[in-house]
Nanobody, 123 residues
Framework: QVQLVESGGGLVQAGGSLRLSCAASGLTFTSYHMGWFRQTPGKGQEFVAAISRANNRYDADSVKGRFTISRDNAKNTVYLQMNSLKPEDTAVYYC?????????????????WGQGTQVTVSS
């Protein structure tokens, strides 16, 4: 079955960096757009970044210039490099896979999800 497993979350001070990884299995990785979303208590999932099958990147305005999404098709892995972290970046971060024709920022368009990894940024 399809599995997406995130790792790399943790506690970091404001201004610091983290790199999240998401290892995919059970699917043809190159056939999927990949996305990162985040969620805080009482809020819905927020789009963070996405990368298409063709390696085109899309970022939320709130992370533009600070976060970078990338993928390694040989390793079936998508990454989220997070720099200049702020307390408001604190959330559970999820990766997701989307096999539709057009890449999307909408959570409901994604077919498979990981279990999430906690990122906490202290001030």
């Amino acid at each position: 079955q399809v599995q997406l497993v995130e790792s790399g979350g943790g506690l970091v001070q404001a201004g610091g960096s983290l790199r999240l990884s998401c290892a995919a299995s059970g699917l043809t990785f190159t056939s999927y757009h990949m996305g990162w979303f985040r969620q805080t208590p009482g809020k819905g999932q927020e789009f963070v970044a996405a990368i298409s099958r063709a390696n085109n990147r899309y970022d939320a305005d709130s992370v533009k210039g600070r976060f970078t999404i990338s993928r390694d098709n040989a390793k079936n892995t998508v990454y989220l490099q997070m720099n200049s972290l702020k307390p408001e970046d604190t959330a559970v971060y999820y990766c997701a896979a989307d096999r539709s024709m057009t890449i999307s920022r909408t959570p409901g368009n994604y077919d498979f999800w990981g279990q999430g990894t906690q990122v906490t940024v202290s001030s």
